[in-house]
């Protein structure tokens, strides 16, 4: 197989944005059919961009394709992974893998059983500057202490389903900070966390009258975390200082990645290395040129040349649970007020 035929399921804002126009770009890979619950929308999508066939359920989109494209709420993320496995279609899911560590090792374990790729859309990991940073960590040694800010100055989705936690399980943590959760696990090569204190705010969005830059939404129906904090060590004794927000009072949007450690230091955006050289502490900075849509690329040439063969998965399963065994531990501690160990 040379080219290999992708479908898409969930049409929205993000297989619009991202997922269509990057694999439109290439010419290994063929997105074969849409499919979404709104029949319509899969049809003026398949229509827009070119496609042969648009469907309203998923069984006969998998007849049709390879490989599919998951982008629908994070709700069905797990099932509807599951059932592509089932019916012999590779995976590439939309982040957060799912809504719960057990949804995503139910993902896992459909994986193996039918032998076909899943990955999860943690694109920070393809930015120019994710990539830099991963081949620059020899330079930091052992880490010690990792930071991480994830921050919008007031911007709450106001599309789609992101303030609803039935359908999306948790608000500015588990959409955007995951993120930064992942792309620093990566980093770090996946410590394992022992004790994660976390702690999440409503508090802005749960008020009339908003400033929101990002449109608007019901402040009644709001049930999700607007701001999230956490502090997670990790059995190698290193620890990390999270923090992530969609409504933060603050001057404006950072996002902030700073790892210290034995030998160096470095900072992802911008990326620079900072280390001690010639008696003195010396900084080495990088012109590369990020961007999301150029990430958005990179990720779909990994996925589609895993399937055919030729590249390896850069965002494995088995990591993606772990991002969400970590956001599960900070909703839980949270809740509770106490620490979670985890095992
Ligand atoms: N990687 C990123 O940076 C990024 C950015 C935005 C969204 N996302 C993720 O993408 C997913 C979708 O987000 P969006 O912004 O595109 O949302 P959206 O609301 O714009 O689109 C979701 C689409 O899924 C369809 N849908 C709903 N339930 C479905 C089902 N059971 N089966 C098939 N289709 C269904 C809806 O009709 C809609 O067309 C979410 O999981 C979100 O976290 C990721």
Redesign the pocket.
């Known amino acids: 197989m040379s080219v290999l035929k992708m479908g898409i ?7 619009q944005a ?1 997922h269509l126009p990057a694999f439109k770009q290439m010419t290994n890979v063929e997105v074969t059919a849409v ?4 029949g319509t ?1 899969a049809q003026e999508v398949a229509t827009k961009f070119d496609v042969p066939y648009a469907f309203d359920n ?1 069984q006969d989109l998998f007849e049709k394709v390879d490989a599919v494209t998951i ?4 709700k ?2 797990a099932d ?1 992974s599951v059932a592509a496995l089932e019916a012999g279609v590779h995976v590439l899911c ?3 893998m799912a809504m719960t560590t057990a949804e995503c090792e139910a993902m896992v374990a459909a994986a193996e059983k039918n032998d076909r790729l899943l990955s999860i ?3 920070y990991r393809h930015t120019a500057e994710g990539r830099l940073a991963k081949g620059a960590m020899q330079e930091v040694g052992d880490p010690l202490v990792t930071r991480v800010q994830a921050m919008r100055q007031r911007k709450v ?1 106001g ?4 303030t609803n936690k039935e359908l ?1 399980g948790g608000g500015s943590l588990i ?1 955007f900070g995951c ?1 930064l959760l992942d792309l620093a696990l990566w980093l770090l090569d996946d410590p394992k966390p022992v004790e994660v204190m976390g702690k999440t705010y409503d508090r802005l969005s749960k008020v009339p009258n908003q400033v929101n830059d990002w449109g608007t939404f019901d402040h009644e129906t709001f049930n999700v975390d607007d701001h999230v904090t956490s502090y997670i060590t990790f059995e190698d004794g290193s620890s990390m200082q999270f923090e992530c927000s969609w409504a933060a009072n603050i001057k404006e949007d950072h996002t902030t990645l700073t790892i210290s450690g034995a030998d160096g230091g470095l900072s992802v955006y911008p990326f620079e290395v900072y280390q001690p050289k010639f008696g003195s502490m010396m900084e080495t900075t990088s012109q590369v040129e990020g961007g ?1 849509e150029a990430a958005g690329l990179v990720q779909a040439e990994n996925f589609v040349n895993s399937c055919l063969g030729t590249d390896e998965l850069v965002v494995k399963p088995e990591q993606a649970l772990k991002v969400s065994q970590l956001i599960e531990a900070i909703y839980e501690s949270s809740e509770t007020g106490t620490s979670v160990r985890l095992k």
């Open positions: 399921i969930g049409v929205g804002g993000i297989a991202r499919q979404d619950v709104n929308r998923i982008c629908t709420p994070n069905f993320h509807i939309e982040k957060p859309a943690y694109h989705p599309w789609g389903v992101f999306q959409d993120h999301e």
